[in-house]
């Protein structure tokens, strides 16, 4: 018998009342050629018997050729709904699974990657023993920021304009990492917030679309141990007075350095690309923050040794 093609699929489990076009657009300028099915509202009950369904009708084979994509604005629900598909799945019929909650994985991931990358190449070093605030970090985004900043053995601060919020975030960071590295702060007046940022070499901002956290005037203040300042609020007001969206690496104040929401936009985007890249060659397996954040990292990796490479390469024309 001749062997069967399988016809890669994608089927977005989305909690919201319409499926995300950014990720479903993402998806076929990736591949053109896959077929893409949409679920909307779904509920982790939906998602179990969606699944189910799923797994079964092309066989394990098919399986192998057919992804699953979580998405959604509600943060507890999407990750309810990872656990539940976890519990439904069972080999032969395996799948992998993409989530990344209306971009905050692959955005928190961009962020992380972008103040790592600058840290280095301004020469302070990676990210271990580094104190960063991530301000307004009970969001989806910089939850995750956070989480990612602990997993390099950064200390974390997260504030909130609720100490209970705050705290909670930190806890749930600790638990994971089985560390005290994250703390919850109460900041919402320029005063809480510049204490917030006072012992911090990077903050990043990651408060809601169209609401300014920090003033020129706060980080002048109280950033004397400041050097990065990254911010991913591309609607104005911006997140951090005076911080471009478009900023790479650029001296915003003496001395530090601001990365702004399209510069992390850009790379996100081919984080997001590299995930959905990788879900789609492996037949199962999770692809969350964890791996978009590997997809990045390797980025910066290869991009300082090409510049090493390169500046050796010159350096060896001046040579006798
Ligand atoms: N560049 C990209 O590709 C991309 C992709 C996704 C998201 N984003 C951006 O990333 C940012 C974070 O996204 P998200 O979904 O995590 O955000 P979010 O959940 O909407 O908001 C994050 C936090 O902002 C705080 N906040 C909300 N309204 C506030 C106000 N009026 N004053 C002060 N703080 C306020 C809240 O913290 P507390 O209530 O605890 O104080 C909230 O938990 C947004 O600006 C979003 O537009 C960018």
Not at 86 to 114: H, M, N, Q, S, W
Not at 185 to 197: D, M, R
């Amino acid at each position: 018998m001749p062997e069967q093609h399988f016809k890669k699929v994608f089927i977005f489990l989305d909690t919201d009342k319409h499926a995300s076009p950014f990720d479903v657009l993402t998806t076929i300028d990736v591949f053109p050629d896959a077929a893409i099915l949409k679920y909307e509202d779904v509920t982790v009950e939906d998602a179990g018997k969606i699944v189910y369904d799923t797994m079964f009708p092309r066989g394990p084979e098919g399986a192998k050729h057919t992804k699953i994509f979580i998405n959604g604005r509600d943060f507890k629900r999407v990750n309810e709904i990872l656990e539940k598909i976890k519990l439904c799945v069972f080999p032969p019929f395996e799948l992998a699974i993409i989530v990344d909650p209306r971009g905050a994985y692959t955005t928190a991931t961009a962020a992380v990657a972008k103040t790592l990358e600058l840290s280095v190449e301004k020469g302070f070093g990676n990210l271990e023993g580094k104190t960063i605030t991530v301000l307004a970090g009970t969001g989806p985004v910089g939850q995750t920021a956070g989480r990612l900043y602990a997993s390099e053995k950064a200390n974390v601060i997260i504030t909130s304009r609720s100490l209970q919020r705050a705290s909670s975030v930190a806890t749930e960071i600790n638990e994971e990492f089985e560390s005290e590295r994250a703390r919850g702060v109460a900041a919402q007046t320029p005063e809480e917030l510049g204490k917030a940022i006072e012992n911090s070499e990077m903050v990043l901002s990651a408060g809601a679309a169209g609401v300014q956290l920090l003033r020129m005037e706060t980080l002048e203040e109280y950033g004397n141990k400041c050097k990065i300042v990254a911010d991913i609020n591309a609607i104005p007001p911006l997140g951090v007075e005076g911080l471009k969206s478009k900023a790479d690496g650029e001296e915003i104040l003496s001395n530090i350095f601001g990365i702004g929401a399209l510069a992390i936009g850009k790379l996100k985007n081919k984080i997001e690309v590299g995930l959905i890249k990788r879900a789609a060659e492996e037949p199962k397996g999770v692809f969350d923050y964890k791996i978009a954040y590997e997809i990045a990292k390797k980025r910066v990796l290869e991009k300082f040794e090409e510049k090493n490479s390169r500046e050796a390469e010159s350096e060896k024309h001046w040579l006798p």
